[in-house]
């Protein structure tokens, strides 16, 4: 059974940084691509980042040159650095795998 836990999240001001981590068990994660979501209050789950099994990247535009998506698979974790943060990023952030879902961590940026 999958089993996926984010960690990393807090409250931070405008402007600061956080790293989320997101750790794997009950699966290799090396041959599967990864993915970063976050979920605001009233709105609908959407995805921030995403890293395929080779490393290839992709950032939705909102997150672009300030969010950073990575692995390691020797860690059989995947992190997102995010730099810059704003009040709009606030949101649950959830790790997802296939079809597992991490609990989520919050992230809430303050003004």
């Known amino acids: 059974q999958v089993h996926l836990v984010e960690s990393g999240g807090g409250l931070v001001q405008a402007g600061g940084s956080l790293r989320l981590s997101c750790a794997a068990s009950?699966?290799?994660?090396?041959?599967?691509?990864m993915g970063w979501y976050r979920q605001a209050p009233g709105k609908q789950r959407e995805l921030v980042a995403e890293?395929?099994?080779?490393?290839?990247?992709k950032y939705a535009d909102s997150v672009k040159e300030r969010f950073t998506i990575s692995r390691d698979n020797a860690k059989n974790t995947m992190y997102l650095q995010m730099n810059s943060l704003k009040p709009e990023d606030t949101a649950v952030y959830y790790c997802?795998?296939?079809?597992?879902w991490g609990q989520g961590t919050l992230v809430t940026v303050s003004s």
């Open positions: 009950g699966i290799i994660i090396n041959i599967h691509g």
């Open positions: 997802n795998l296939r079809t597992s």
């Open positions: 890293i395929t099994s080779g490393g290839t990247t």
